[in-house]
């Protein structure tokens, strides 16, 4: 736990290397622990409010959402923060992301995990995350339809019928 109110107020600064698990919040975002490495200071802006600055690096691995193979990316963001209680969440403009803490104790890997579910695209595919075509990966494409030939009825008789009649 890391008290965010007086870290913002000192102009903090914190490196931290974290490894998230898929079951902590992240069940169908990644399939496999995510190692990351976690940047942050706390500054002031332009109006002398405390706000918190950081930089994330992951190394995740995911299931395309289309073809179910594995993808592996290196997801590279950042996020901004205003640590308040939840009554002064109300005073922050419209471009000012909240940190909502009451007693301003915060759990870094819950922040993490918290700004990492916010960056990841709603739909986690080859495509978004890679920019490769994801009928590349596929095994089974969609839309193809893939002929059988198919046996009559009446020739399946006849077959038993000869059988019946060589034994």
Excluded: W
Excluded at 41 to 70: I, N, Y
Excluded at 123 to 151: N, Y
Aim: overall charge negative; aromatic content about 4%; glycine content about 4%.
């Amino acid at each position: 736990m890391l008290n965010i109110l007086k870290f913002v107020k000192n102009a903090g600064q914190l490196e931290q290397q974290l490894v998230l698990q898929p079951g902590e919040r992240l069940e169908g975002l990644i399939s496999e622990p995510v190692d990351c490495a976690l940047q942050m200071h706390g500054t002031q802006d332009a109006a002398g409010k405390p706000f918190l600055v950081g930089h994330v690096q992951a190394k995740l691995v995911t299931d395309c959402q289309v073809c179910m193979e594995k993808i592996k990316v290196n997801f590279d963001f950042n996020f901004e923060l205003y640590p308040v209680n939840s009554k002064k969440a109300e005073d922050l403009n419209d471009d000012q992301e909240p940190l909502i803490t009451e007693d301003g104790d915060v759990d870094i890997k819950d922040l993490v995990i918290n700004e990492l579910i916010l960056a990841l695209p709603s739909v986690l595919t080859h495509e978004v995350l890679t920019e490769e075509d994801c009928s590349k990966h596929q095994i089974m494409r969609a839309g193809e339809v893939v002929e059988q030939k198919k046996r009559s009825p009446f020739e399946v008789l006849k077959q038993l019928k000869s059988d019946d009649f060589n034994s």
